[in-house]
Structures are given as structure tokens and as C-alpha cells.
């Protein structure tokens, strides 16, 4: 059974930073591209990151862009999101996702899903 394990949420002032980190039992881990999405009460899933099988390429919604980092350790079967800068506005429930299509930022394209982690940004 895939299962995508995601830690590190939390609660941290405006201008703060977080390191979400989703650990993965894929088999083959390195096979699966790796993305982020969060979820704020009230409104639709949305993408935040994703990065491809080998970590080479990145792609990142344009509200985040420039203050999260999205990175992979393939050895650890493990992504992870860093988060710097953060704002009150990237208070949500983030949610780790594998896809062994191609990237993508639709959630409809997504195999599998953690059980998300809560953040909370105050002002």
C-alpha cells in the first residue's frame, strides 16, 4: 500500500520559514514526479510545486515563486518544501502528491496523496 507521510507543519509568525518534508513508500521512488498543493478553508485545492523524477527541473505557482523551494532525495524517498518569507495568505493544509505521468499542476493528474500537514502563518 503507497502511503505519503508529510511533517513539519506548524505555526509560525508572518516573515517566518517552515520545511515540509513528505516521505514516500513508492517502490520506486525516482520513477514519480513529486508535487505540493495546499488547501486554505473555504477554497479549491491549489498547486503550489512540483519537480520532476531526477530533480532537475522545478515549477512553482507564481505566488510562491521566489520564496519556496521545492527539492528531492530519491536515496531517502523523500521530498521536501521549503518555505521562507512566509505570509498570513499561505495559511492552509498542505498536501504531498506523486504522479508517474507528467508534471502537471492539475490534482486530477495525481496518483497519490498524503493526509496533508496544517500551516499557519500569523500577522
Given amino acids: 500500500q503507497v502511503q505519503l507521510v508529510e511533517s513539519g507543519g506548524?505555526?509560525?509568525?508572518?516573515?517566518g520559514s517552515l520545511r515540509l518534508s513528505c516521505a514516500a513508500s513508492l517502490r520506486i521512488f525516482s520513477a514519480y514526479v513529486m508535487g505540493w498543493f495546499r488547501q486554505a478553508p473555504g477554497k479549491e485545492r491549489a498547486f503550489v510545486a512540483a519537480i520532476n523524477?531526477?530533480?532537475?527541473?522545478?515549477y512553482y505557482?507564481?505566488?510562491?515563486?521566489?520564496?519556496?523551494?521545492?527539492?528531492r532525495e530519491n536515496v531517502k524517498k523523500t521530498v521536501y518544501l521549503q518555505m521562507?518569507?512566509?505570509?498570513?495568505?499561505?495559511?492552509?493544509?498542505?498536501?504531498?502528491a506523486a504522479t508517474n505521468g507528467y508534471y502537471s499542476n492539475f490534482s486530477d493528474e495525481y496518483n497519490y496523496w498524503g493526509q496533508g500537514t496544517q500551516v499557519t502563518v500569523s500577522s
Avoid: H, M, W
Fill in 10 to 15: 506548524g505555526l509560525v509568525q508572518a516573515g
Fill in 61 to 71: 505557482a507564481d505566488s510562491v515563486k521566489g520564496r519556496f523551494t521545492i527539492s
Fill in 53 to 58: 523524477r531526477n530533480g532537475g527541473s522545478t
Fill in 84 to 96: 521562507n518569507s512566509l505570509k498570513p495568505e499561505d495559511t492552509a493544509v498542505y498536501y504531498c
